[in-house]
């Protein structure tokens, strides 16, 4: 018996996933509970497993395809019952269940609003109510097209309408242009107040980069001049040919065009986005840089690495700059905070939990080592490993990337001395790391050669202030330059 199966909520509310791979082909048997596909939403990846023991009897979306969630994606045969009483039914009740499928798919249409990002963006700039627009696109999806034809009071039926009766119309005068090939290049623009025209030909000629009022009128209407697409489009062509000739008269160099690929902006992507521009946009941001000698450090570390590998872990200097960050936290807890605008209060957190950005095929990712306060270099060590593999192979639950209360961004493992680190919102600071390397240093009047660590604290400066974001590097350097400081806390 066939048995349909559905895109489930695969995350908290989500109305749509993509599906980045199948597990399983057509054909193939599987059991209940075994991954069929890999979906991901704004918020993770995550695999979705069959609900029955069967056979894959269809699959109904590609790889890559974005799926609202209800939408069939896969229809399996159920294990040990046979398929008559399928083909049975559909043999005597075709019209029903073609009906029932269509009523299905209305109540979807009906009951949510599908449309992409840039399309409920373009809805809010012209101020046209989404759930209000019937969509035009696969599953009902609204376009931009449809929000274009609502905002200028044409459902979308009636703007195809009016678009396909436009040949019959101007037929008399489409001609006109055809007669006159000598003259597109050099059309004079109109320079019209007031120009009649569907709202599909408005469109093509914003995306032509045309006035419509410079288009040479094609015929009048109610004594207004009315213009068409092909009108459009030829006056447009004029434009573009006639700024192909100037160069050749004057400029013989050719260019060959590059053009440009694109890629979807959406799934993990897009969260980064967001909570990169809402920090940004939010809190006004600081940056404070400083350098720190620690040829200590490097000795120390140096000291301590075979040790570390004796009991399987790998040591860099990140668990140091860890615990020297959380050091200098207890001594400045405004920069371990959140401010939490709606209640008009600061939190100030008594956990030392700290994120650390990780750079994944994916974009980048925070994983949280929690309570570094209360662990050992080594147990931070394995932590800061485990969690930034996990990250880069996908498999990290979203448990282990919440609850951090500052971050750190080791960008000088690629490469580069400061830059301006954008804080991990809602926390209000975030420490940048630049590459450890030797550099001059000018001591008791003399310089020499120390093996320096450069570092970027970026701050919220509605919380924090500036002395505070200097207080707290200072000290910060004092652990890094000092490490046997640490043994203290």
């Given at each position: 018996?066939?048995?349909?199966?559905?895109?489930?909520?695969?995350?908290?509310?989500?109305?749509?996933?993509?599906?980045?791979?199948?597990?399983?082909?057509?054909?193939?048997?599987?059991?209940?509970?075994?991954?069929?596909?890999?979906?991901?939403?704004?918020?993770?990846?995550?695999?979705?497993?069959?609900?029955?023991?069967?056979?894959?009897?269809?699959?109904?979306?590609?790889?890559?395809?974005?799926?609202?969630?209800?939408?069939?994606?896969?229809?399996?045969?159920?294990?040990?019952?046979?398929?008559?009483?399928?083909?049975?039914?559909?043999?005597?009740?075709?019209?029903?269940?073609?009906?029932?499928?269509?009523?299905?798919?209305?109540?979807?249409?009906?009951?949510?609003?599908?449309?992409?990002?840039?399309?409920?963006?373009?809805?809010?700039?012209?101020?046209?109510?989404?759930?209000?627009?019937?969509?035009?696109?696969?599953?009902?999806?609204?376009?931009?097209?449809?929000?274009?034809?609502?905002?200028?009071?044409?459902?979308?039926?009636?703007?195809?309408?009016?678009?396909?009766?436009?040949?019959?119309?101007?037929?008399?005068?489409?001609?006109?242009?055809?007669?006159?090939?000598?003259?597109?290049?050099?059309?004079?623009?109109?320079?019209?107040?007031?120009?009649?025209?569907?709202?599909?030909?408005?469109?093509?000629?914003?995306?032509?980069?045309?006035?419509?009022?410079?288009?040479?009128?094609?015929?009048?209407?109610?004594?207004?001049?009315?213009?068409?697409?092909?009108?459009?489009?030829?006056?447009?062509?004029?434009?573009?040919?006639?700024?192909?000739?100037?160069?050749?008269?004057?400029?013989?160099?050719?260019?060959?065009?590059?053009?440009?690929?694109?890629?979807?902006?959406?799934?993990?992507?897009?969260?980064?986005?967001?909570?990169?521009?809402?920090?940004?946009?939010?809190?006004?941001?600081?940056?404070?840089?400083?350098?720190?000698?620690?040829?200590?450090?490097?000795?120390?570390?140096?000291?301590?690495?075979?040790?570390?590998?004796?009991?399987?872990?790998?040591?860099?200097?990140?668990?140091?700059?860890?615990?020297?960050?959380?050091?200098?936290?207890?001594?400045?807890?405004?920069?371990?905070?959140?401010?939490?605008?709606?209640?008009?209060?600061?939190?100030?957190?008594?956990?030392?939990?700290?994120?650390?950005?990780?750079?994944?095929?994916?974009?980048?990712?925070?994983?949280?080592?929690?309570?570094?306060?209360?662990?050992?270099?080594?147990?931070?060590?394995?932590?800061?490993?485990?969690?930034?593999?996990?990250?880069?192979?996908?498999?990290?639950?979203?448990?282990?990337?919440?609850?951090?209360?500052?971050?750190?961004?080791?960008?000088?493992a690629i490469g580069g001395e400061y830059a301006t680190p954008i804080i991990n919102y809602p926390e209000t600071a975030i420490m940048g790391l630049g590459a450890i390397d030797e550099r001059p240093v000018a001591e008791d009047g003399e310089v020499r050669a120390a093996m320096t660590l450069p570092l970027s604290l970026s701050i919220d400066h509605r919380v924090i202030d500036g002395a505070e974001a200097a207080a707290f590097t200072n000290q910060v350097m004092e652990y890094l330059t000092d490490p046997e400081l640490l043994l203290l806390e």
């Amino acid at each position: 018996m066939a048995r349909e199966f559905k895109l489930p909520d695969v995350g908290e509310g989500v109305a749509e996933g993509e599906i980045v791979s199948w597990l399983v082909s057509e054909g193939d048997a599987v059991t209940e509970d075994q991954p069929v596909a890999e979906v991901e939403t704004d918020k993770a990846v995550v695999e979705v497993p069959s609900p029955v023991n069967g056979t894959v009897q269809k699959i109904h979306f590609e790889a890559g395809t974005v799926v609202p969630v209800g939408d069939v994606i896969v229809t399996f045969d159920v294990e040990g019952e046979a398929a008559e009483p399928a083909d049975a039914e559909a043999e005597t009740e075709p019209e029903a269940e073609a009906e029932s499928e269509s009523k299905s798919a209305t109540s979807r249409a009906e009951s949510r609003t599908f449309a992409p990002p840039s399309v409920r963006r373009l809805a809010r700039e012209l101020g046209v109510d989404l759930d209000a627009v019937e969509g035009t696109g696969p599953s009902g999806r609204v376009t931009e097209g449809d929000v274009r034809a609502a905002a200028e009071g044409e459902e979308p039926a009636a703007a195809e309408a009016e678009t396909a009766t436009e040949p019959a119309e101007t037929t008399q005068t489409t001609a006109a242009p055809s007669t006159q090939p000598a003259a597109t290049g050099s059309q004079e623009a109109a320079g019209r107040d007031r120009t009649l025209a569907a709202p599909a030909t408005r469109g093509l000629a914003r995306e032509l980069g045309v006035d419509i009022d410079d288009v040479p009128a094609v015929e009048q209407r109610d004594g207004e001049a009315f213009v068409t697409a092909e009108a459009v489009q030829q006056y447009a062509e004029g434009g573009q040919a006639a700024q192909a000739e100037a160069p050749a008269a004057g400029a013989p160099r050719q260019y060959a065009e590059g053009g440009e690929t694109t890629e979807p902006y959406r799934g993990i992507r897009r969260t980064i986005g967001k909570q990169m521009a809402e920090s940004k946009y939010t809190a006004p941001h600081v940056t404070h840089h400083d350098t720190a000698p620690i040829d200590a450090l490097v000795e120390t570390r140096a000291r301590l690495k075979e040790r570390a590998t004796e009991k399987d872990v790998k040591l860099t200097y990140m668990p140091f700059v860890m615990k020297a960050i959380v050091a200098a936290l207890k001594e400045f807890p405004i920069l371990n905070s959140e401010l939490r605008e709606e209640e008009e209060e600061i939190a100030i957190k008594q956990d030392y939990n700290v994120g650390i950005a990780v750079a994944t095929d994916a974009g980048l990712m925070v994983p949280v080592v929690k309570h570094v306060d209360q662990k050992s270099i080594l147990q931070v060590a394995s932590e800061v490993n485990e969690l930034a593999q996990k990250a880069r192979d996908r498999s990290i639950s979203r448990e282990e990337m919440q609850g951090g209360t500052f971050t750190v961004t080791n960008f000088g493992a690629i490469g580069g001395e400061y830059a301006t680190p954008i804080i991990n919102y809602p926390e209000t600071a975030i420490m940048g790391l630049g590459a450890i390397d030797e550099r001059p240093v000018a001591e008791d009047g003399e310089v020499r050669a120390a093996m320096t660590l450069p570092l970027s604290l970026s701050i919220d400066h509605r919380v924090i202030d500036g002395a505070e974001a200097a207080a707290f590097t200072n000290q910060v350097m004092e652990y890094l330059t000092d490490p046997e400081l640490l043994l203290l806390e």
